[in-house]
């Protein structure tokens, strides 16, 4: 893990050859870190891009116990100083409630173009709770008021997040859980952050699985429509759509970066 803006580590995943101006930031959502991104960061860097997965402060590497007063907007400060970093703008892949983050700070720094994968929707934009933020809500609500750290129970995170296959991994990710800040966990099941600016001005790309109970592909439809992005849907995926058939997901947000930037990502020899 290296430092990439003052207090923030990520994962960095440098590609043998590379053929990008713009770096390819991750961006996790809760319960989760920088390990979550290892597949598709390194088919991403066998493309020729340097993939730079960050950890949220305070993940489980830095504290074991999480962080009591990390905020959502917090979390955004981070990404606009990331993207603010680098000489030119990086593409911003981002996942669940980390998607939300990168949309607020998409309103500041602007990306090359940006990638939700099952993203929150905006308050502003939001539908009423899916059935797994409200049972969720009613679970953790104690902790949640108290302003507790807390991990998600396993079975909860195979039940909610994780596609319900045999042959898939399941207890080895969901056992990688990190705690979150309450106030993390209280946006996620009761998104409240809006979109101020309206539509974006970079190309939007979301993606959702057709068994994701969290955000079903017609909400995540509706919030791209308006935000004037395109949206995948994949069949037989769940929330976590980054659990499984990684590298036929990562070359379609491959391809489409491609389309959408043409030439001007490309470093000069491969122009």
């Known amino acids: 893990m290296e430092e990439v803006v003052p207090g923030l580590l990520a994962e960095r995943y440098p590609p043998a050859q590379a053929k990008f101006k713009s770096p390819l930031i991750l961006a996790h959502g809760v319960w989760s870190g920088a390990w979550c991104w290892q597949s598709w960061a ?14 949220l402060r305070h993940r489980s590497a830095q504290n074991p116990m999480g962080n009591l007063d990390l905020g959502f907007s917090d979390c955004v400060r981070d990404l606009v100083q990331v993207i603010r970093s680098f000489s030119t703008p990086p593409v911003l892949l981002a ?81 990688q859980t990190a705690p979150e800040s309450s106030a993390l966990v209280r946006e996620f099941l009761v998104p409240r952050a809006s979109l101020d600016a309206g539509p974006l001005s970079c190309p939007i790309l979301a993606l959702g699985g057709s068994d994701d109970n969290i955000t079903p592909p017609a909400t995540t439809n509706r919030v791209t429509e308006w935000l004037g992005g395109e949206f995948r849907e994949y069949p037989r995926q769940g929330h976590w759509l980054i659990e499984r058939d990684s590298e036929n997901i990562v070359r379609d947000i491959h391809r489409w970066i491609i389309q959408k930037l043409g030439e001007k990502i490309l470093l000069a020899e491969f122009s």
């Not at 899916?130 to 009613?138: C, D, E, G, H, K």
């Open 42 to 55: 390194t088919h991403f860097c066998n493309l020729g891009w340097e993939s730079i997965a960050i950890d």
């Open 95 to 175: 996942m669940n409630l980390g998607a939300l983050m990168a949309l607020k700070a998409s309103e500041q720094a602007k990306p090359s173009a940006l990638i939700l994968v099952s993203p929150l929707p905006p308050g502003n934009l939001a539908a009423a709770r899916s059935r797994p933020q409200r049972l969720l809500w009613l679970k953790y609500r104690l902790l949640i008021l108290l302003r507790r750290p807390l991990r998600i129970d396993e079975k909860d995170f195979r039940a909610y997040f994780l596609t319900p296959l045999s042959e898939n991994p399941q207890s080895t990710i969901s056992r």
